[in-house]
């Protein structure tokens, strides 16, 4: 692995001229936020799973993912409910890589990341297949801590931070679109900060 950032932080660019989007504040901290605590890990019994729509179904343990081609890059994170961390540093495996790996197939449309508390986030595949999604198990340096994630966590910049699954132990390439745990509870679909799309 390089030790060469990436950085992503015009990202906005894309969708605004303002780093900031609306309704949101800055912050140094990183709060912690769940729906239901942090769960237990083993790195003995871990495992990362891709599956679905794919030319291969592919497996990890924890020392095969970490082994990945991975880089790390600069990126800003936002969370819906209302706070953004700028500059933020996260090493770990892009979505392109692992979907190459995976061989997607044509008729894939839609991915729905699964998660070890039960959680499920779902985006089109088009939404995804972007180099700065990233599945990410260091953070500024330092393996993610648990409460933010770790050992993975997806990373979203170009969306609310509740599209990249916390604790993610894969991800599933669907033809057909599902919905995930708080999208079935109101929560946008889109999620573009910039337009504050919160709430379906």
């Known amino acids: 692995m390089s030790s060469e950032v990436t950085d992503h932080t015009d990202l906005y660019e894309e969708f605004s001229d303002d780093r900031l989007p609306p309704g949101q504040r800055k912050t140094d901290r990183f709060p912690v936020l769940s729906k239901s605590g942090t769960p237990d890990w083993h790195r003995d019994d871990w495992t990362f799973e891709v599956w679905g729509a794919v ?10 993912f970490r082994d990945l081609p991975a880089e790390t890059q600069r990126q800003d994170f936002h969370c819906v409910t209302g706070w953004s961390k700028f500059d933020c540093e996260f090493t770990g495996v892009t979505f392109p890589r692992l979907a190459e790996l995976a061989g997607v197939r044509d008729d894939a449309e839609w991915v729905m990341f ?24 260091d953070y500024d340096g330092e393996r993610l801590p648990d409460d933010h994630g770790g050992p993975l966590r997806v990373v979203t910049p170009h969306k609310y931070a509740y599209k990249g699954a916390k604790w993610v132990t ?9 919905r995930g745990y708080w999208e079935k509870r109101g929560y946008s679909d889109t999620a573009n900060p910039w337009n504050e799309e919160r709430y379906s």
């Open 55 to 64: 030319d291969e179904s592919l497996a990890f343990d924890y020392d095969e």
């Open 114 to 137: 699964h998660a070890l508390d039960g959680y499920t986030t779902d985006l089109p595949l088009a939404a995804c297949d972007r180099e700065e999604v990233l599945f990410a198990y």
């Open 170 to 178: 894969g991800v599933e390439f669907l033809t057909e679109p599902e």
